[in-house]
């Protein structure tokens, strides 16, 4: 008995896996099927990781990592959170120009601090900072104006929520009572929810996080996920559980990693799924602020990233944290201007594109739109680029900067591509094929 228990009590947890629990059975409706679309040609966003942790400067897991209580971080932190600066057209403006088309902005991080006027909890911007304005408001007001959309990360694990119980992996320094009501908890969630779904215009979507928390817990994905796609139908869903996507979830996410890949430990269940994908990265290694933190990716690794995202066929959130004053740290918006003005110049090769056809390869990614490949040579220097051959003859070549024809030969399983060493771009070089119809 005991020995059929043990081989059935595994199977039985592996019946009630996460999959099980989410929105099984949900039939997008076309006007999600279409937010999907517009998603994925728009290949670009700004991820924004602010809240009132920003005040210490050292990242979004301050309270976790410094030990910090509910109650310490409730008098030190909000009080001290005034972001007179914030200004939400400068950001919007600053987003554009970066050639962005969306912005996927923190409503609640792990910490539990709303960044919203929340009507079921009193513990947000607009009644325990100074500052007392409710930024996601006016942040979805501009982005209206200025045509962008906006998302909320919303994290489903709560540092404060004392009916976050039982406590998971993370936030157990926080000193609340050993008790709660895990039910109450989900349900303040979906309230929360509500609110940024009811109160805020059409939205992006609600990107998830800190399920990994608790993945033995009964989150109730099914009655949340279905809340959401009943109050914005074209609202997506994601969430960053590093597995395949749940059913109710529209876009897969890849937390500092390309589909496929596990360089940052997260990714390692993974598989790829068929819903359009996303990739998120930081400029330095930060999400939240984090003032010592000066290892910035240069403007050549983030344009890179962007490609090869796009190679991947996936969209690249690119983040930052601002400043507890309101402001974008200047190391940041200097990166995001440049890559804006490459993205002016080379958007047609991002933008719309699918990743491939060709596999992506250590030289470089290639994009494609309609009977046009874009070969972006990311990391070569010598006269011939050897590329596999695309699924339709080749009837052209040329550089997308200049039009100039680029020589090249036709093998049996291979295009041989003429490069001018001389005419090689350090970013990226683009070699336009235009294949026949
Ligand atoms: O919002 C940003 C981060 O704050 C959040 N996701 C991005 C977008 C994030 N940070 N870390 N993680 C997500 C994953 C955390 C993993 C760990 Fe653990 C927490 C490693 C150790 C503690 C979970 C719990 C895995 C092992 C224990």
């Known amino acids: 008995m005991r020995r059929w228990l043990s ?13 099980a629990t989410a929105q099984e059975g949900y039939t997008p409706p076309p006007a999600n099927l279409a937010a999907r679309a517009w998603f994925q040609e728009a290949r670009f966003g700004l991820f924004i990781h602010w ?41 919007v403006r600053m987003v554009k120009a970066a050639g962005m088309r969306y912005i996927t902005i923190t409503s609640k991080h792990h910490d539990g601090f709303a960044m919203w006027d929340s009507k079921v909890s009193d513990y947000d911007i607009v009644e325990r900072t100074p500052y007392g304005k409710d930024v996601l408001r006016q942040l979805a007001d501009e982005c209206r104006k200025q045509d962008v959309k906006l998302f909320f990360y919303h994290s489903q694990l709560d540092w404060h929520h004392p009916d976050y119980f039982p406590r998971g992996r993370t936030g157990r ?3 609340r009572d050993d008790k709660g009501d895990w039910f109450r908890y989900l349900d303040y969630m979906d309230q929360q929810l509500s609110e940024l779904l009811t109160g805020y215009g059409d939205i992006g979507g609600i990107w998830f996080d800190g399920w990994w928390d608790k993945p033995e817990a009964d989150w109730r994905l099914d009655k949340t996920y279905r809340l959401i796609h009943r109050l914005q139908p074209a609202a997506l869903v994601g969430a960053n559980h590093h597995r395949k996507p749940f059913p109710g979830e529209d876009f897969q996410m890849f937390e500092k990693d390309l589909p496929g890949h596990n360089t940052a430990g997260f990714n390692e269940d993974s598989e790829l799924g068929s819903l359009p994908f996303e990739m998120c990265e930081t400029i330095n290694n930060s999400w939240g602020y984090n003032k ?13 990233l962007l490609v090869k995202a796009a190679g991947y066929d996936a969209n690249f959130l690119l983040n930052v944290g601002p400043r507890p004053d309101g402001t974008i740290q ?5 990166r995001l201007a440049e890559v804006g003005q490459w993205l002016e110049k080379n958007g047609e090769t991002i933008y719309g594109t699918r990743g491939g056809p060709l596999p992506p390869r250590p030289w470089g990614v290639t994009t494609h739109k309609g009977s046009r490949v874009f070969v972006h040579v990311l990391d070569w220097q010598d006269p011939v680029l050897s590329v596999a051959r695309p699924p339709r003859p080749v009837k052209k070549a040329s550089l997308f900067a200049t039009g ?6 036709l093998e049996k399983d291979a295009v041989l591509l003429r490069l001018d060493p001389k005419a090689l771009d350090p970013l990226d070089t683009i070699v336009v094929l235009e294949l026949a119809p």
């Open 173 to 175: 320094f926080s000193a």
């Open 7 to 19: 081989f059935v009590l595994p199977c039985l947890v592996v019946l009630v896996a996460p999959s």
């Open 404 to 409: 100039a024809a680029v020589k090249f030969t």
């Open 330 to 334: 200047p190391e940041h918006a200097s």
């Open 51 to 91: 809240g009132a942790y920003a005040v210490a400067g050292d990242g979004e897991w301050v309270m976790h990592n410094k030990r910090i209580t509910v109650a310490e971080y409730e008098r030190d932190y909000p009080p001290a959170f005034n972001p007179a600066k914030f200004d939400a057209a400068a950001w």
């Open 292 to 304: 010592t933190d000066g290892r910035h990716k240069s403007t050549k690794q983030l344009v890179q």
